[in-house]
């Protein structure tokens, strides 16, 4: 990637230097089409060729210093396998299929001599009209219009992208946008219920969605959301646990996991969650899906007043595969289904496609909890009404915010934890307004941070989602905890690959042991005592999580 930069920038004196500083060896790369391949840098060279602001950057280094500071993080260079090993035969066969491949001069020339082809004029896009969200008009574009569109499409994915799907690395580090040829248009509604039809997403609609999550419109999503579904840990004592694979989403898998929880308890008769079958997790995955979405459209329609309540059910197509973001608007599909029973048949039919452990059934769940509650406008009306920005759905590092938890958790995005709304210099800082499915707790409350609410810590089931750490995990109790009585809670996250059960016994009614100066305290201690105060907690011979 060095060589290539001083050469395209002219630099031979230092060229020379690297050079014999650093001798080249049999194994070294001169092709740029050979870096590109190895690096999996198609999709990125191809986005820096059509840029209309601004002229195409020169090198791959500066490609990939972009997309590095955007947060595109494409690639980990640190698990190419460019060394000369067991990955070598596939590497240099697949760079030898690219260098013959159609992809054009940009890719395919050597670095020297340095003289750069003239670029095309490229062709002006045809005007695309918006589409609406939820609620009314087109989705989609005209039939004529789609039909060049795949045209185009199926040409483009004829040479370079059918080697980048062929040296699509295992780690999950990666970047989860995949390309394949050919891709469908769309998933077939076949396995929906009678009736459901899908529909293009729409790139205004995608747009916004962008705009909703990331603040900006066109945003690329962290490889950690990317490749992230609702798949289980498959642990045989924690039979009901999801399995997060890398930091930023526990929000919403944290948001799930205490709904399903819930779905189980709540059960006639209810399943021990420890003991469910895999039958049984199923059916109780489902139904927290599709209550969540449920409760989305529900707070929608009590919003705008309607008495017709409507989710939406967002595919992509790939098999979940999450479509670049100016290709989101037209190859994702979104199902409008009427009444739960519709919803929920409709999650069932698309389960095994969320739960990929490889796909982007988090994202696409998240796209339909927006969507089903009304879209971005509908989401923001129950945001903090500041009047100072827009709040977006995820922060820092790509990591939930409380509106996204509280979303998915109760049906509205509310910016904070206490009971209902309060007003403050004309600014309505928004809050829980009625008894929460799920509770939570947080270690900030115990820090006097923030003040969670009796609607939150008094759920209508005994789960309650944790918030510790800049972490969201669950803790949950088989029954009702009495106010003055022993009784056990549940702890499990989702991120830390947990492999045995951890049981905690709080008892409200005997005093916690007093604390030494400098003594280490779980920090699940400190958060449950937000609920229990001062109950003594028992963590039954397993080690502290400190």
């Known amino acids: 990637v060095v060589r290539e930069y001083l050469a395209r920038r002219g630099l031979t004196a230092t060229l020379a230097a690297m050079d014999a500083e650093k001798p080249r060896t049999a194994s070294s ?24 602001n601004a002229a195409p950057l020169g090198s791959l280094l500066e490609i990939l210093c972009e997309a590095l500071i955007v947060n595109e993080r494409p690639i980990n ?11 070598a035969p596939r590497i240099a066969g697949a760079v030898a299929a690219l260098a013959h491949a159609n992809v054009g001069n940009d890719e395919g020339e050597d670095w ?10 490229a ?14 008009g087109s989705w989609g574009r005209s039939e004529l219009g789609a039909a060049d569109e795949r045209s185009r499409r199926a040409a483009a994915l004829s040479g370079t992208l059918l080697v980048e799907e062929d040296l699509e690395a295992e780690s999950d580090l990666a970047v989860g946008y995949v390309s394949v040829a050919p891709r469908p248009q769309a998933l077939s509604s076949g396995a929906l219920p009678p009736g459901v039809h899908l529909r293009e997403l729409g790139t205004s609609t995608a747009a916004g969605l962008s705009e909703l999550f990331h603040g900006r419109p066109n945003a690329e999503w962290m490889a950690s959301w990317v490749r992230q579904g609702f798949s289980w840990c498959e642990v045989p004592q924690l039979p009901f646990g999801l399995r997060q694979h890398r ?4 929000g919403v898998i944290a948001a799930v996991q205490a709904l399903l929880l819930k779905e189980l308890l709540a059960a006639s008769p209810p399943v021990d969650p420890l003991a469910a079958s895999h039958a049984q997790r199923e059916r109780a995955l489902v139904k927290a899906l599709a209550g969540a979405l449920w409760r989305c459209a529900e707070a929608a329609a009590e919003a705008k007043g309607a008495r017709r309540v409507c989710a939406y059910l967002v595919l992509f197509p790939n098999r979940m595969a999450l479509p670049t973001p100016r290709e989101l608007g ?3 599909s979104v199902a409008e289904l009427e009444g739960y029973a519709q919803l929920e048949q409709a999650v069932a039919a698309k389960l095994g496609e969320l739960q990929r452990a490889d796909g982007a059934g988090v994202i696409a769940f998240a796209y339909s909890a927006a969507l089903s509650a009304g879209g971005a406008e509908g989401v923001r009306a129950h945001m903090d009404a500041t009047g100072l920005c827009s709040s977006t759905l995820l922060g820092a590092h790509g990591y939930c915010t409380q509106e996204l938890v509280n979303l998915v958790a109760t049906g509205k995005a509310t910016s904070n934890v206490f009971d209902g709304d309060k007003e403050l210099d004309e600014m309505v800082m928004r809050g829980m307004g009625r008894q929460a499915p799920v509770g939570l707790l947080s270690l900030f409350e115990r820090y006097g941070h923030v003040v969670v609410g009796e609607r939150l810590k008094s759920p209508e089931c005994s789960v309650w989602i944790t918030f ?29 690959h947990q492999d045995y059960v951890i049981r905690l016994t709080v008892d409200p009614g005997r005093p916690a042991p007093a604390r030494v100066e400098g003594e280490l305290v779980p920090p699940l201690d400190d958060t449950l005592h937000t609920k229990w105060a001062g109950a003594h907690i028992d963590w039954n011979g397993v080690e502290k999580l400190l």
Request: aromatic letters at 8%.
């Open 112 to 121: 020297l001599p340095l003289a750069r082809p003239e670029r095309p004029a």
């Open 123 to 136: 062709a002006a896009a045809a005007a695309q009209p918006p589409e609406p969200g939820p609620g009314g």
């Open 247 to 250: 930091g930023g989403t526990c």
């Open 468 to 496: 510790m750490e800049s972490h969201y995990t669950v803790v949950f109790a088989r029954e009702q905890p009495p106010a003055h009585a022993p009784f056990d809670l549940w702890y499990y996250d989702m991120l830390a």
């Open 77 to 87: 260079v640190d698990v190419v396998p460019f060394a000369a090993g067991a990955s």
């Open 330 to 332: 037209r190859e994702a």
């Open 29 to 52: 790369l001169s092709s740029r089409a050979a870096v590109v391949a190895g690096l999996k840098l198609a999709k990125l060279v191809k986005r820096n060729k059509e840029r209309v």
